[in-house]
């Protein structure tokens, strides 16, 4: 007892004779693993990689954008497969995961980079603002009207929601003046830029590729505006290959690895086979790429699970393993979408170079040697009358989103937008509970008890707070 109270009084005497100052006992209570204010650059950082992982993720408790698109589908847990987007509150966790984890940090990063006196700011504001763009417009497209103008600001809880045309005229209206900063900014964020590294050459395909994208998808209910806004993303530089795709690097060991590998391998899941929606359609068109997304042959063939039934891992075809590695990088915008994108603009007469068929033929092409594929097959593959632009059957729509919708597999969110946009390939009814496909995600639950008048009004305003309501661009 004695010796205890001795050391008391020895460790008192040290504290009071190294914390002489107010400075340093502040310093004691400072919890240096959670800081209070982060600098902008590790805000940028870090928001790239959650907008990064959130499109790739394939963890059903966060996204379901592969089944939506119905590239796999599910084993023994079929209710994601089979539309239940609330049971997991699949919708709040992807709302929360785009508003807290990467625009709010996005805006907190500009906010910081606009105060700060950095040489390079100009470029570092446009680098920021292409990903809002970015990830507003995915908000827009999985929800329809959201909360904008009046979004992340912590002294309005309550924020009204904003009409999704009128947002993606803004959204234009921010990439156009990215890309004007970009292509005359001396340079931005260089180390924090997990995406190009500062190379802003780059970062000005990747947003003019983006607005192209946005664009495109203006094609059915704003042709003017489309028509304008695709011809000048194109004629100012977009994608020409795959060496140029907005991509993040993994890393082959945790933290920083695939959320692919974490939610399936890592966690030793056996929940996800390939969809009979995909395999049916690819082994219809002896496609090459079919054994580079699946592995496990059954019976000689790839073969997939009927889609939304409860099936048994043992009896289909699975992931590749290349989908599956730690470091399998995580796509943004790829070439193959710019081509595509292309090929629909030739289609509808806007003014750009090249043709459908070359457009449509690169994308094929393009999409096949990503995935470890030959020269060969890309030519094989063109040659069979069921692929070839001019002889393949249905209309130009139904022939480009084909293709589009198999060159996204590995962007579900990208297929499933295919599928909206063109009603193409036409997609299987789930197994389980025969319920129509989504057309959008619901509203979370908490917008629906926290901030309700808003979005009752937001639901009124699209028809609708049902997955069958359509977002505006898709009026097919």
Known sequence: MKKNKLLSILFISLFFI????????????MDTKNPSTVAYNTLFTSATKSLVDQIVTTNYNVSIYKFLAQYWTQTTYTDETNFVLQGRKIPQNHWSEMYRDVLYDLKDAKTKANEGSSFYKAGEMAQIEVLEVYAWQNLVDTFGNVPYSQALDPANTLPAYDDAATIYTDLLTRIDSAISALSSAPGGFTGPDILYGGNMAMWSKFANSLKLRIAMRLSDVNPGVSQSAAQSA??????TSNSEN???????????????WVSIVQSGRK?????NTMVDYMNG??????????????DGAIKGGPYGATNTYGLFSHINSQVLAPDFEGTLIDFVEVSFLQAEAAERGYT???????????????????????????????ANPDVAYTTASGTWKEKIAMQFWIGMYNRGCEGWNVWRKFDHPTLNLPVNSGDPIPTRYTYPLNEQNLNEANRS??????????????????IN
């Open 18 to 29: 190294t914390c002489d100052s107010d400075e340093e006992y502040e310093m004691l209570n």
């Open 234 to 239: 194109v004629s100012a530089g977009v994608f």
């Open 246 to 260: 907005t991509t993040l690097k993994y890393l082959s060991a945790p933290p920083n690895t695939n959320p692919i």
């Open 271 to 275: 929940d996800y086979v390939a969809a």
């Open 285 to 298: 068109l002896n496609d090459p790429r079919t054994t580079l997304y699946f592995q496990d042959p059954v």
């Open 352 to 382: 750009i170079a090249g043709t459908a068929e070359q457009h449509y033929n690169n994308g094929i092409e393009a999409s096949i040697i990503y995935w470890g594929g030959s020269a060969a097959d890309v030519s094989t593959y063109l």
């Open 457 to 474: 009004s937001a639901s009124s305003a699209i028809g609708g707070d049902t997955k069958t309501t359509k977002v505006f661009w898709d």
